[in-house]
């Protein structure tokens, strides 16, 4: 058989089998027609696609809908005048720094207008309603003296800060304009983790950058009023203040805090739920500043540790570490060391509900506390008060006024005087004057009154020492200890 060679480069099967000897030529052709009917077989049997499986997600016409309204806004603060030391005229180096010191150095000729005005910062916003009102956060304007907004037509104006809100990092912006496009807002209790969003800003002084990704958690705490979103959505300086946004072009959440170690994205960013910023907003605009309602605690959250020793099923809950003397809870009868459960009829799941729970309350409101107190529930009635500035905490003194032998716990204690008790506002307790060993472990100090072991009340060392003497060295110990001007559960093990 005369071998076949083929002078140019293949194309079609049919090409090749005109280079063949007639023999091979039947041969190729019926193996090509075998496998053209088996390849066609199994294209006919092939599986469709699985009804859930989709492709990536088109964000064109969302941006093209959503970014007319998203601006860039860009502060500016005065300078303030440099102090130095002055040089005196007869120094023979006063001539050397009059003519050569930079513009308004201090005694050296006027002041230069970058002096008089410099830039701040950058930062984002989205207008929210057609007249010119924009929202953003409150650490993109807090401290400007100018607030610049330019708009994606490349249009400036100077924004008038209609209020900023320090605790929700919310902050509502006014300029004179009309029939501005906007962007409506969405609801975050149905956003899903999983979830495609998209973020509009301007990282870096970037204008108009737009990034998705998705909702990677929610009710993640990082403030003391904020459940916040959590994405892995790139967010970076600049982007603060901006929207993220749903897939229907609607505004979930004001892009606020990134997690960070170097001070860019590191995968997890956090926006401010969006009901909870308009619910600000609303206030900032009618009256220029947030109330919030308080009754008068400070609070921590319930250890497992603390939940078993106390007779409770779970960790929710918010344990009360102090309560303000005359304050609304002191009025309606909460101690510390109570937890709280609920708050007008809505659990407290996390210890940190509660101060949303409290300050979403108008003041006035009679509200009810359902407690839990030395293995009972109980409820109280509590009128909220307006929240005020923070007060000095009252200092306890710390030093003991008498001395015993360290217990299998390693705790000395002593009985307090009535000094004492008055200025820590206690009936009884034991004072710690000594610790070593499990107790110093455990964070226990000395000055440290012990108002209870295992729930069980402390009035003296004598009633502290026979407690002691009872308890299972092979079970953990809880202790209700006052601390300065709060108290804390502090778990011992032995």
């Given at each position: 058989m005369?071998p076949c060679?083929?002078?140019r ?10 280079y ?6 039947a ?6 027609l075998?496998?053209?009917?088996l ?14 499986a ?6 064109t016409?969302?941006v ?7 601006v860039n806004?860009?502060?500016?603060e005065k ?8 040089i ?7 001539e050397?720094?009059r ?15 970058s002096q008089q005005?410099?830039?701040r ?8 309603s057609p007249?010119?009102f924009?929202?953003?956060n409150?650490?993109v ?14 249009r ?12 929700t ?11 501005l ?11 899903k ?7 509009i800003?301007?990282p870096?002084g970037?204008?108009?950058t ?6 990677s ?5 990082t403030?003391?009023?904020l459940p916040f979103i ?25 892009n606020?805090q990134i997690?960070?170690?170097t001070g860019g ?7 401010i739920?969006i ?8 206030q900032?605009?009618s ?17 497992r540790?603390?939940?078993?020793a ?6 929710s809950?918010a ?7 005359n304050?609304p ?5 909460v101690?510390a ?6 708050f ?21 409101t009679?509200?009810?506390l ?6 009972k529930?109980?409820?109280?009635n509590v009128?909220?008060a ?11 003194p ?9 217990n299998?716990l ?12 008055d200025?820590?506002?206690v009936s ?12 110093e472990?455990a ?5 440290d009154?012990?108002?209870?072991v295992?729930?069980?009340q ?6 502290f020492t026979g407690?002691?003497?009872?308890l ?6 809880v202790l209700l200890v006052r ?10 093990r032995?």
């Open positions: 005369k060679i083929a002078l480069p293949v194309g079609e099967g049919s090409d090749l089998i005109q063949m000897p007639k023999t091979m030529r041969h190729a052709s019926s193996l090509i075998l496998f053209a009917v390849f066609g077989a199994s294209l006919a049997h092939a599986q469709p696609a699985p009804a859930g989709r492709g990536l997600p088109d964000f016409q969302l093209e809908k959503a970014g007319p309204a998203v806004i860009r502060t500016v300078a303030k005048p440099r102090s130095g030391p002055q005196d005229e007869n120094d023979p180096f006063f050397f720094f003519r050569f010191a930079p513009p308004g150095h201090p005694g050296f000729g006027p002041p230069s207008d005005e410099r830039p910062g950058v930062g984002s916003g989205f207008i929210v007249d010119g924009i929202l953003s409150h650490h304007v807090d401290g400007a003296d100018e607030v610049l907004v330019t708009l994606t037509d490349k400036e104006f100077k924004a008038k800060i209609i209020g900023s809100d320090r605790r990092d919310v902050a509502l912006l006014k300029i004179e304009a009309s029939n496009p906007s962007l409506k807002s969405g609801n975050p209790d149905q956003l983790v999983g979830e495609w969003v998209l973020a800003g301007s870096f970037l204008e108009n737009v990034t998705a990704g998705i909702v958690a929610k009710g993640r705490d403030g003391d009023y959590q994405t892995d959505v790139a967010v970076n300086p600049g982007n603060s203040g901006g929207p993220l946004l749903n897939m229907n072009g609607e505004v979930i959440g004001i606020s997690y960070s170690r994205f590191m995968g997890i960013s956090f926006a739920p009901d909870e910023a308009q619910r600000v907003a609303d900032l605009k009256t220029g500043r947030v109330i919030r309602g308080r009754i008068g605690v400070a609070i921590d959250e319930v250890s540790d603390v939940a078993e106390l007779g409770l099923k779970s960790t809950g344990l009360v570490r102090n309560v303000e003397p304050g809870a002191a009025k309606a009868g101690e060391g109570d937890i709280v459960t609920a007008n009829g809505r659990k407290v799941e996390k210890f940190s509900d509660l101060p949303r729970l409290v300050g979403n309350t108008r003041p006035g009679q509200a009810t359902e407690i839990w107190r030395r293995g529930a109980q409820q109280l009128q909220v307006e929240l005020e500035a923070e007060r000095a905490a009252a200092k306890v710390e030093k003991p006024t008498e001395k015993a032998s360290v299998w390693g705790i000395a204690v002593g009985d307090l005087s009535k000094e004492q008790k200025q820590a506002k009884g307790g034991a004072v710690v004057t000594g610790v070593k060993g499990a107790a472990r964070g226990i100090r000395q000055g009154i012990i108002l209870s295992n729930n069980s402390i009035a003296s060392v004598q009633q407690l002691v003497e009872r299972d060295r092979k079970r953990t110990v601390r300065g001007d709060g108290v804390l559960f502090i778990p011992l032995p």
